[in-house]
């Protein structure tokens, strides 16, 4: 079982920044796919970006640009830093781990508002 813990998240003025993070308890931490997923009010979950074990990276087209996924394997973390956020980056934003079986962590609120 791979506990994930998601922190970082908050209420931001639009055109500002955050850091969201994800621990995890895997030990094979390294060999996962980690991604951040989202889920707005009355939307469907959907990928924002995720980084596979070798460090390739994907973004969804609304984000592109603007946000940078990372991890850090050694702390068994991976990273979303948000800039440039928009009113529609509000959501509750998830942290996913894939290996063998997937994996989900509770999230964390965004909210990008004046």
């Known amino acids: 079982q791979v506990q994930l813990v998601e922190s970082g998240g908050g209420l931001v003025q639009p055109g500002g920044s955050l850091r969201l993070s994800c621990a995890a308890s895997a030990s094979l931490f390294s060999l996962y796919t980690m991604g951040w997923y989202r889920q707005a009010p009355g939307k469907q979950r959907e990928l924002v970006a995720y980084i596979t074990s070798g460090g390739s990276t994907n973004y969804a087209d609304s984000v592109k640009g603007r946000f940078t996924i990372s991890r850090a394997n050694a702390k068994k973390t991976v990273y979303l830093q948000m800039n440039s956020l928009k009113s529609e980056d509000t959501a509750v934003y998830y942290c996913?781990?894939?290996?063998?079986?997937?994996?989900w962590g509770q999230g964390t609120q965004v909210t990008v508002s004046l």
């Open positions: 996913n781990a894939q290996y063998t079986i997937v994996y």
